[in-house]
């Protein structure tokens, strides 16, 4: 079973960025630079840090995200917003002074610990774009992936903080985007 939920959590990974590919040619959305160039980096740190600490089908929704993330970053390179403001600033700064934190430590647990901090340094530049912004982001991309991350999180089987942190924080973060959006329409009356 904890098979068949890893799956399901890859596939489920892998469909979540198709719409939002679509929405990026078809409805000019926007995704964030900085967010996305954080995302792909330390997904590759979540996933060898996972990997290390002995996840297996939970790990396939990871593997998932890194190639998902480094696509839609490269397409934030042309299709994108965000550059040199100082929240982007902060946010890069951030996820560098992370990765050089994980670097120093060397344990894997210390190592995933961090990388979530940092991701989530990525994830609050998308948090402030959908609030200011509540069009700029299609919901179906996050909903997916916070299932996805549910999915993970059942593929793991057993309590153990370093095979649960990142898919329950990925559930998390969607689910904080999806709201952050929410209100974001209601502070323009939508």
């Known amino acids: ?23 990026i040619f078809r409805k000019g959305v926007r995704p964030e630079r900085s967010t996305w160039f954080i995302w792909a980096l330390l997904g590759a740190v979540i996933f060898f840090s996972q990997l290390a600490a002995g996840a297996r089908a939970s790990l396939w ?6 190639v998902g ?15 040199f403001r100082k929240r982007n600033v902060i946010a890069l700064v951030a996820a560098g002074f992370g990765v050089a934190l994980w670097h120093a430590t060397g344990d894997p647990l210390i190592a ?3 990388a979530i901090l940092v991701d989530f340094a990525g994830a ?8 200011e912004k509540p069009k700029s ?3 179906d991309m996050w909903i997916l992936a916070g ?10 089987g057993k309590m153990d903080y370093g095979l649960l942190a990142y898919p329950l924080y990925v559930v998390a973060v969607n689910a904080v985007i999806l709201v952050a959006k929410r209100l974001g329409m209601g502070k323009i009356g939508i």
């Open 1 to 23: 079973m904890l098979i068949v939920f890893g799956l399901c959590a890859a596939l489920l990974s892998l469909v979540s960025y198709i719409p939002y590919i679509f929405d």
């Open 61 to 66: 929704m990871s593997g998932v995200q890194v």
């Open 69 to 83: 993330d480094i696509f839609i970053f490269i397409l934030a390179l042309k299709y994108g917003e965000g550059g």
């Open 112 to 114: 995933l610990s961090l």
């Open 124 to 131: 609050w530049l998308t948090l402030v774009k959908v609030y």
């Open 137 to 139: 982001e299609p919901n």
């Open 147 to 156: 299932i996805s991350g549910l999915l993970a999180a059942l593929a793991v």
